[in-house]
């Protein structure tokens, strides 16, 4: 059983524009909620973390709003650019043992940037 | 800092046959998580070793096995390779603590024929 829905799966975008990535989960207990940007041929790459005490965290052009009641988080990227063409996964884990080891991660967003 | 390695990056092998991969973490961290990435499953979680001890596992046969090392490097071996087990083999590590966020390697390309 899928724990974390990921929407959409592809995204298409006009440089300049805002891509929007929707994530839903379904255990309470998730305490941690990471993004993460993967280029083919890469690893995935940790973006931006949350936390579900807080609704909102910025880094540059990224954000992340989180929404604790409606068990949902989301991804928005400002000015998007060609560069930021990838796909985008969402993830979430329960803290345990002093480690956030088991990520259960979201199917994916193929994101493109149109220049 | 160097980053996760792991190798080697891509491995062809056949139906039977078992293999194993290595994975290296970043300085200092001793935690190491390895998942499977496959078009029609996404990134699944297989295991995570911390002290050379298995602390937690994903929903895998048992032909999925992993091991860590005093110097916190991991292996992680599968045996009577299926066609299925075509996929890359992701290694992340991660400090113990407050922030724990895993870091991903580049992983290994498996192909099973």
Redo the contacts between chains.
Sequence with gaps: QQQVKQSPQSLIVQKGGISIINCAYENTAFDYFPWYQQFPGKGPALLIAIRPDVSEKKEGRFTISFNKSAKQFSLHIMDSQPGDSATYFCAASQYHGGSQGNLIFGKGTKLSVKP | KAG?TQTPRYLIKTRGQQVTLSCSPISGHR?V?W?QQTPGQ????LF?Y?SETQ??K?NFPGRFSGRQFSNSRSEMNVSTLELGDSALY?C?S?L??TT????????TRLTVL
């Design positions: 996760v935690s998580s998942y996404g990134l699944q979680f995570e911390f602390r937690n994903g992701l992340a991660s113990v603590g724990s966020e895993q870091f991903f390697g580049p992983g």
